[in-house]
């Protein structure tokens, strides 16, 4: 695990107050257990239409895992089930180890949930807006996140000023804010071009390792998946089951613009490719 | 396609009329000036003609009156030099009062009920065809029950006024509270939003965003209703005046009237267009 900077830990202090305020329970999740576990998940849209049957996922502390399907499997549903946004019609989701230091689980949408009145660095503190901390501390913080991905210049910026990749990684940001445990990451990249893209990947995969951040990932790009992930799952068609689940062996430290070049990546993607075509054809 | 004797670099360069060199903005407004000129000209020449004002009615200065005598009307109205020894500015501030408090009324409590009504999908479903049906009632219609209600008063121009802009205001701050997408509100509440941050920091914005964004349409309506009530009950605003004036066939004072309520219009249009940026000036 990469240490936190000195900005970042100070930071810690923030996130312990606000977690505090939000009574959660404390933990710990270092022990090398599944952070969350989805026992049996199943969802049936409306009582009719069944879009999950009977998926199992043990989600470990600190990995990045991507979830690749047709459309309509449930990709999105499943992610907001983790979230706690939705119930699930069948099986249980378990939250092991939920430390009271950091935030429980933020999530990046496919849509932009940048609030437009607000300007770039009121936007990346939006968990401490919500939670009623602010001050030095929390200032040095959203200005160490914008360092990070180069967006400094931009913190009095308004949504609307910046370009959409620009827009894409404040959204991450405001997620990443509060250091969560979970990150659920909802096709967010998919409306940019490949170059920003590569780009937006680097940067969220830095993040992620640097602040020891657990993530998932839901996308319909095999390339951004591998790129991104340390385990990639790919569900069936409708009623959705895990088809086929590959480790990703590039560790934590990768380069995104050469990866695409590695025989073992493109081995890769072949594979996952040729798994996810029988869902698809 | 490349023809035989040009250059390239001619070639690259579209052709150049003769209006590229002026600037465009220079050239629009010279253009503007040049209209309203030839209009003013006709107006005031064309009904000096015998032939043509005698056969066409519409062009009959005894209807039409003249730039020049409705500019002296204009500046005798401004300055209290005329034969009625009246000044617009008390007449102007009863309508402009109206306008502006009956709207900033109107606005506040559309937005309040569009706040509410888009915050309660069952409440909204309830009530909008009830709603709807009030806006589709000619406002016309009903002010004459305000003027009987409240008197011919500067109230009845206000209520008059409150009547029309409430639903400019409601309607689009309810359109703005439903616009509200789902995964807003969702990663407010994964971030910890509980319904008074949710309702305070993207609710009320965003239906404060369209209900602002209506600010110029409603001025330029309050105007309307409150001069169509002055009209409608002698309130002793610009309508009334205009009332006077049209009674006493006085065509250059109802045009110099016409004229001044033209300008307030604009004015107050252009006053509620640069509140609108300042209050929505992050959205582009």
Not at chain 1, 191 to 206: K, Q, S, V
Not at chain 2, 42 to 48: F, I, K, N, S, V
Request: aromatic share 8%.
């Amino acid at each position: 695990m990469v240490q936190a900077s000195g900005s970042l830990r100070a930071s810690a202090e923030v996130h312990s107050l606000a977690s505090v305020r939000k009574g959660i329970a404390p933990g710990d999740a270092s022990d090398g257990a599944s952070l969350v576990s989805l026992k049996n998940i199943g969802f049936t849209y409306g009582g009719l239409t069944r879009a999950i049957d009977d998926i199992s996922i043990e989600l470990l502390p600190g990995e990045t895992l991507s979830v690749v399907g047709p459309s309509g499997c449930g990709k999105s549903t499943l992610l907001r089930i983790v979230a706690g946004l939705r119930q699930p019609t069948d099986g249980t989701v378990v939250r092991h180890d939920f430390g009271r230091d950091r935030h429980d689980c933020s999530m990046v949408f496919q849509e932009d949930t940048l609030l437009p009145w607000l300007t770039v660095e009121d936007n990346v503190a939006l968990y401490y807006r919500f939670n009623g901390a602010r001050g030095v501390a929390v200032t040095a913080h959203v200005a160490e996140l914008l360092k990070m991905v180069k967006l400094t210049d931009y913190a009095r910026f308004y949504p609307y000023q910046l370009s959409g990749g620009m827009r894409r990684r404040v959204a991450v940001l405001t997620a990443i804010a509060p250091q969560p445990h979970l990150l659920l990451l909802d096709e967010p990249f998919s409306a940019l071009d490949e170059p920003t893209r590569i780009a937006i990947h680097t940067e969220c995969h830095m993040l992620l390792k640097r602040l020891d951040i657990t993530a998932v990932l839901v996308t319909h790009d095999l390339a951004e998946a591998i790129s991104l992930s340390d385990r990639v799952i790919i569900l069936s068609r409708p009623p959705a089951v895990i088809v086929e689940e590959l480790p990703i062996p590039f560790g934590s430290s990768r380069n995104m613009y050469d990866l695409r070049d590695n025989p073992e990546f493109l081995e890769l993607y072949g594979r996952l490719w040729r798994k996810l075509k029988e869902q698809i054809t | 396609m490349r023809t035989g004797g040009q250059s390239l670099g001619q070639l690259s360069r579209p052709d150049r009329g003769v209006g590229d060199a002026i600037p465009w903005p220079v050239l629009r407004f010279a253009l503007q000036l040049l209209l309203a000129t030839v209009v003013l000209l006709g107006w005031e020449y064309l009904p000096r003609i015998e032939v043509i004002s005698s056969n066409i009615r519409f062009l009959d200065p005894f209807f039409i009156s003249s730039p020049s005598a409705i500019s002296r009307s204009l500046i005798g109205l401004l300055t209290g030099d005329n034969d009625n020894k009246i000044t617009l500015w008390p007449y102007l501030w009863v309508t402009l009062s109206a306008t502006i408090l009956g709207s900033s009324i109107g606005l506040a409590l559309g937005a309040l009920c569009g706040l509410i009504f888009s915050n309660n999908q069952k409440l909204s479903e309830v009530v909008r065809p009830f709603l709807i049906l009030a806006n589709s009632v000619p406002r016309v219609a009903i002010i004459p029950i305000f003027v009987v209600m409240l008197g011919p008063t500067v109230a009845a121009s206000v209520v008059s006024v409150i009547a029309v802009v409430f639903f400019l205001g409601f309607f689009n701050a309810f359109e703005g509270g439903i616009s509200i997408k789902e995964s807003l509100v969702e990663n407010a509440k994964l971030l910890g939003a509980g319904p008074i941050d949710i309702m305070r920091s993207i609710r009320l914005p965003m239906v404060l965003t369209w209900t602002f964004a209506a600010v110029p349409n409603a001025i330029s309506f309050g105007l309307i209703v409150a001069v169509t009530t002055e009209l409608l009950a002698g309130i002793p605003g610009i309508g009334s005046l205009i009332l006077t004036a049209t009674a006493n066939i006085q065509v250059a004072l109802t045009f110099a009237l016409i004229v001044a309520l033209s300008v307030v219009g604009l004015v107050l249009y252009w006053g509620a267009v640069a509140l609108k940026s300042r209050l929505i000036h992050w959205k582009n």
